[in-house]
């Protein structure tokens, strides 16, 4: 289904794929970011240790998949130190997958191979860069259309959504900001 609708490229969200995922993007031959784990921030202490051992585990157990072109690291920036670190466990394990390895958020830093921005602005001079995310309510809604998530016509839609936490109506947050 995402190949027939020129999907070019699957950023799993916030952990590892199921392993019969990433066998399906090999057969199809769609390329794929893999994440190991995530907390949407930087980690210190035995949570980071718990993110360095899952990317390990990650990488040994998927690094036979051609179809992951890059290992992500988080969600949001981690450190320099700790994109060190996770570079060197790339390097340890998957020598010559050839692999880049970097995170959203991670424009600054040039340790990273490469960044990602969620509100669509290159803020980086070194790295290649991709939207890492879109369809969002973040979007601009003057570029939706008929086709565009949720299917608004003119990106307005109503103004409440049922919850998914309560199943109540709610009234949708202000997202004028933006726009």
Same mark, same amino acid.
């Given at each position: 289904?995402?190949?027939?609708?020129?999907?070019?490229?699957? /950023?799993?969200?916030?952990?590892?794929?199921? @392993?019969?995922?990433? !066998?399906?993007?090999?057969?199809?031959?769609?390329?794929?970011?893999?994440?190991?784990?995530?907390?949407?921030?930087?980690?210190?202490?035995?949570?980071? !240790?718990?993110?360095?051992?899952?990317? /390990?585990?990650?990488?040994?157990?998927?690094?036979?998949?051609?179809?992951?072109?890059?290992?992500?690291?988080?969600?949001?920036?981690?450190?320099?130190?700790?994109?060190?670190?996770?570079?060197?466990?790339?390097? @340890?394990?998957?020598?010559?997958?050839?692999?880049?390895?970097?995170?959203?958020?991670?424009?600054?830093? /040039?340790?990273?191979?490469?960044?990602? !921005?969620?509100?669509?602005?290159?803020?980086?001079?070194?790295?290649?860069?991709?939207?890492?995310?879109?369809?969002?309510?973040?979007?601009?809604?003057?570029?939706?259309? !008929?086709?565009?998530?949720?299917?608004?016509?003119?990106?307005?839609?109503?103004?409440?959504?049922?919850?998914?936490?309560?199943?109540?109506?709610?009234?949708?947050?202000?997202?004028?900001?933006?726009?």
């Amino acid at each position: 289904m995402m190949v027939e609708g020129n999907a070019n490229l699957v /950023r799993w969200m916030h952990i590892t794929p199921w @392993k019969q995922d990433i !066998e399906s993007c090999d057969r199809v031959g769609l390329i794929q970011a893999m994440p190991a784990g995530d907390a949407e921030k930087d980690r210190r202490g035995r949570q980071w !240790e718990q993110r360095t051992e899952l990317m /390990r585990d990650a990488i040994i157990y998927n690094r036979n998949n051609p179809s992951i072109l890059f290992y992500e690291c988080g969600n949001e920036s981690i450190s320099k130190e700790h994109m060190q670190e996770m570079k060197g466990i790339r390097d @340890k394990y998957d020598p010559y997958g050839g692999r880049a390895i970097g995170s959203r958020e991670m424009l600054d830093i /040039r340790e990273a191979e490469y960044g990602g !921005e969620m509100l669509y602005i290159n803020k980086s001079k070194h790295h290649p860069m991709w939207a890492m995310e879109y369809c969002r309510d973040e979007g601009l809604r003057k570029y939706w259309d !008929e086709y565009s998530y949720p299917y608004y016509v003119d990106g307005d839609g109503n103004n409440s959504f049922r919850s998914a936490m309560t199943n109540k109506i709610q009234k949708k947050v202000d997202a004028r900001a933006y726009n």
